[in-house]
């Protein structure tokens, strides 16, 4: 039976479908007597934002949050001394000051009780540990993907955002993308017949253990390398990796698959009704993973064979027909008599835009956003273990509810990573 | 003595060669890897050779490293000693918990319990850590010892893993804590107690689970954590916790009261909690009406329609703006009329909600309602009505549409075009198409534009579609010829590709670009043949690179067999006059796993402006081929190894051509 929270998850995920099919979204939560004057937004009524390891994507992220009109953003925290002043420069500008804090430590932002909720756009092996402590402080999260290393951190995340009762929302913006919702409503229509596959575009799954040759360790101030790495294993320090060539390294990335499946497959989860579990098989063929539902419905993780319709692709078949959609917001659909049912996108799949602004209507309402802690634990396990499959190369069954894998005890051992000190789950 | 680190030349000793450096220690490599292949690390693991590396003075340290994450999934009682043995090791402590903490054996308990004994500081606290993962309960004893601990973030590890083991001493050893002297620890405690109540509940114990809860709930700790123990005593309770859910509704302070907004909409359907809300409503003030409002939406229980409804008229924009978005979850047609009224009116922020809530409200009706205001008499009414057809797709809205285009207001005939972009079928296409011969404002022209791009993909009979637009092709002025050829790429198929193909070769040079454009970007493989004739045909010099970079990213993108991929790729470069479509040719061989793409690779070394390049993609095919194709590998290996100066790329071939000999 589901529980009560995959019940709301289910509640939520109708009303996304309806609300945003037709590529709209509410207009912010400000009321009018929060509006001053000059239209500025009261400081009762506005969401005070803290960051943790802004880089590239979360600067995007960050310019999208420093347009909403009721988000203050007041602090930055970062390993890195010219990150921190670079999104210092970015907020101070914005705002015509120089109030925006700067903070060496995760806990010295989150002891911060003004702060109400904070952007982690951090290396993939901070998110789970910095979303944890954040929701252990209290504060709510918007969280970059994929949003974590393993199957157990996808877990301990999820029982946490619960257990503290924070709004959480991973940054898996194509929940909130009309073409991609569309494709899930036609499923959900029955317009497809019944589902059989549904397909994930993502990246080559491979990662390697390999350590880049030692470089002199910097100044704390320039890059404190030892709460850079945090929770992940001590290796020497190099600067590639801070300077955003982590990727690909195991310690630090989750590989291809998730890379791109913590959208793909996770709307592949949504469009079969699946956000509460995970496929039951996962079958290694080259590079891409072959799984299975309990309901039968098959998933293919691919890297190749897609129509062009963009980065992170789908396709959803059904026994009478397919949609396939992407980045671009272009849809294609058989049989042709379904293009008539096509509505016209235009935003890209990249845009965090109606994402963040639904995050902050939830921070005020409590309500659940689109891509909440629940639906991304599981559709990140599905990537883990499809993973974990490609890297032993051999067939394995999971046990969504147990999450743990049937029968193969090298698998289970995989499905953890022991967490560096002084940090814990 | 502390272990080399393993990418020291100096010593050049590594087991693990193939991912940093090629020598191995033992004379053979304990695991296979590789950066970019299938690698399963662990099939080769060798557990007494990983022992041996964790014992050896000499070993590099990345070597140690691997064992200790090999030894994570192949070890066993034999590996527990020597991984316990680096606990207190400074750089490898962690190493050894990555090994220890998943082998399944007893043995692992007993080595951590024992290292709580011996270590300090952060290093302590990872091995508590893992000792709580492993719910080691009989190390509840000294975890109970070490909430005592002068380090906090001791006592927060500790608290965390008897959370995690929950037994009954690790559970009472936490209530224990919530009352303690020191508010560092009761916080600390705090968060172990959430954790343990929930095992506790999850594993049947309920009357335990809520009595920490409740304890939570009432403890001297930090109000976000108190509110966490209210929602687990609320949601503990099940119906019984009805009660305190409301309660908290009317609480001063603000985190119960969100605390019991986030209760209300995890408790199951059942039971009275609509009414409850409900009969909360008015007696809160407006900021939270608004909230419970938006509960009551998520809730979707329609009993609470009418209330919503009654709060559209409340004096306070909060609460109706909750109820106007309330109605997107409770609404039906029946609230159309209020809506529009709403959203014709005064207030900005409402009437956009309302506009928006709308356009999405489902229902064969609600469409009905819409088509009926098309004929309003008040011109805001008409306006929003021409939008919202539009945005929902309703097609019997043509008729109206079609007459409003003969207003004499522009801001109408504009609505309708875009309105009807939406809404056309195949037989109202020409209301459009005829249009695009006639003079008319830009503003008109690019909603007419906009219109077509929206109508034309979505009709369902695209090559009646295609013939129609075809025709209109030959009837329009050329400068309005690339509108329809980009129309065209949009709708796809044979009759829309041999237009344009056509148009591909037009005398007009505008017409040809955007007509090689469109071909460049077509969705399908069928506009490849026609991509490579205009490659290799006498057009303008720029029109034919454009065609062969579209037939290229066909080969690249589309599902297709290795061999027809392959055989594009031939083409290709076949085609190809400039080394910049050789590289992307060089590209989509290395997604071709068979040793002919190898081939063609290795004849691309063989000039000299496409030696690096192509040795870089070779390598990475024979990455993944090495296995299967071990001779076709170990030449174009031997080819990399004449062409590249690149240091990483000559190891990585040198790898695989031992690889390919084995």
Known sequence: MASRFQLLSRRRLLQVTTSLAAGCTLPTLIPARALGRDGAVAPSERIVVGGFGLGPRGEHDLRDMLDEPDVQFVAICDARGERRQAIKRIVDTKYGNQDCAMYHHPLELLDRKDIDAVLIATGDRWHTMASILAARAGKDIYCEKPCSMTIAESRALADNIRRHSCVYQAGTQRRNIGNFIFAVELVYSGKLGKLKTVHANTLHPATTHEWLPAEPLPSKEEVDWDLWLGPSPWRPYNSRYVRGGWRNFFDFHGGGILEWGSHTVDLCQWANKADDTTPIEYEPVGNHVHCTYANGVQLIMRDTGWMGLGTCSVRFEGEEGWIETGDSGKIAVWPESLRGEVPVFTEPGTSPKRHIRDFLNCVKTRALPASNADVACQSHIACHAAYIAWQLGRKLVFDPKKEEFVGDDEANRMRSRAIRDPWHL | ?662
């Open chain 2, 1 to 662: 003595m502390k272990p080399p680190i393993g990418r020291s030349r100096t010593r050049s000793i590594s087991v693990f060669a193939s991912v940093v450096i090629p020598m191995t220690l033992l004379g053979a490599s304990l695991v296979a890897s590789s950066a970019s292949g299938q690698q399963n690390i662990y099939a080769e693991g060798d557990e007494s050779k990983l022992i041996a590396v964790l014992r050896s003075a000499d070993a590099p340290l990345y070597d140690k490293v691997m064992a200790c994450k090999t030894l994570a999934v192949i070890g066993t009682k034999a590996a527990v000693e020597p991984l316990a043995n680096l606990l207190n090791d400074e750089n490898l402590s962690h190493y050894a918990r990555f090994g220890l903490e998943p082998i399944p054996d007893p043995a692992v308990d007993e080595a951590l319990r024992g290292a709580l004994n011996r270590i300090q500081g952060r290093l302590l606290i990872g091995v508590i850590d893992s000792i709580g993962n492993r719910r080691d309960r009989e190390a509840v004893p000294q975890l109970r010892s070490l909430l005592g601990h002068s380090d906090p973030a001791v006592v927060e590890a500790a608290a965390i893993s008897l959370g995690r083991i929950a037994s009954p001493e690790a559970a009472e050893a936490l209530l224990q804590s919530l009352s303690d002297a020191k508010a560092a620890t009761r916080e600390r405690a705090a968060l172990g107690a959430l954790v343990a109540a929930e095992r506790l509940l999850k594993e049947g114990s309920s009357a335990k689970a809520i009595a920490l809860y409740d304890a939570l709930a009432k403890a001297d700790i930090p109000a976000h954590l108190q509110g966490a123990g209210l929602r687990g005593a609320i949601l503990a309770r099940g119906a019984e916790g009805l009660p305190l859910l409301t309660e908290q509704l009317g609480a001063e302070c603000q985190v119960a009261f969100a605390t019991a907004l986030r209760a209300a909409r995890e408790l199951s359907p059942a039971g009275d909690l609509t009414n409850i809300l409900l009969a909360q409503l008015r007696r809160l003030p407006p900021d939270r009406q608004a909230k419970l409002i938006s509960v009551l939406a998520d809730r979707a229980d329609r009993r609470a329609l009418p209330a919503v409804i009654e709060s559209l008229s409340s004096s306070e924009i909060e609460v109706r703006l909750a109820a106007v978005r309330a109605m997107r979850q409770l609404g039906d047609a029946s609230v159309v009329p209020t809506l529009v009224k709403v959203a014709t009116g005064e207030e900005p922020m409402v009437r956009e909600t309302a506009l928006q809530v709308l356009r999405s409200l489902p229902g064969e009706q609600v469409d009905q309602a819409i088509v009926e205001l098309l004929t309003a008499e008040d011109l805001p009414t008409r306006l929003l009505a021409m939008d919202l057809a539009g945005a929902r797709y309703i097609n019997r809205a043509v008729p109206a549409l079609e007459r409003a285009l003969s207003s004499a207001d522009p801001a109408v005939r504009q609505a309708a075009l875009r309105a009807l972009g939406r809404t056309v079928r195949l037989g109202d296409l020409s209301i459009l198409t005829r249009r695009l011969t006639q003079r008319t404002s830009a503003e008109e022209r690019a909603a007419l534009e906009e219109a077509l791009r929206a109508a034309c993909p979505r009709i369902p009979e695209r090559e009646d579609c295609a013939a129609h637009l075809a025709e209109v092709l030959g009837q329009v002025p050329a400068e309005t010829k690339p509108t329809v050829l980009t129309l065209l790429g949009l709708v796809g198929g044979p009759t829309a590709l041999a237009a344009v193909t056509k148009s591909a070769y037009d005398p007009q040079e505008s017409v040809q670009d955007a007509a090689t454009q469109v071909l460049g970007d077509w969705i399908g493989t069928e506009a490849g043949p026609e991509l490579l004739k205009l490659a290799k045909s006498d057009i303008a010099d720029r029109f034919r690179v454009r065609a062969l970079r579209g037939y290229i990213r066909i080969a690249r993108q589309f599902d297709m067999s290795e061999e027809e991929r392959l055989t594009m790729c031939r083409e290709a470069l076949a085609a190809a006059t400039r080394d910049a479509e050789r590289r992307l040719v060089a590209e989509v061989l290395g997604r071709i796993p068979r040793k002919e793409a190898l081939a063609e690779l290795a004849r691309l070394m063989d000039q000299p402006t496409l030696r690096e390049d192509a040795a870089q993609v070779a390598v990475a095919l024979s990455e993944k081929l090495v296995d299967r194709e071990p001779s076709a590998v170990a030449a174009a290996m031997e080819k990399v190894l004449k062409s590249t100066g690149n240091a990483d790329l000559q190891a990585r071939a040198k790898n695989l051509l031992r690889r390919a000999s084995r």
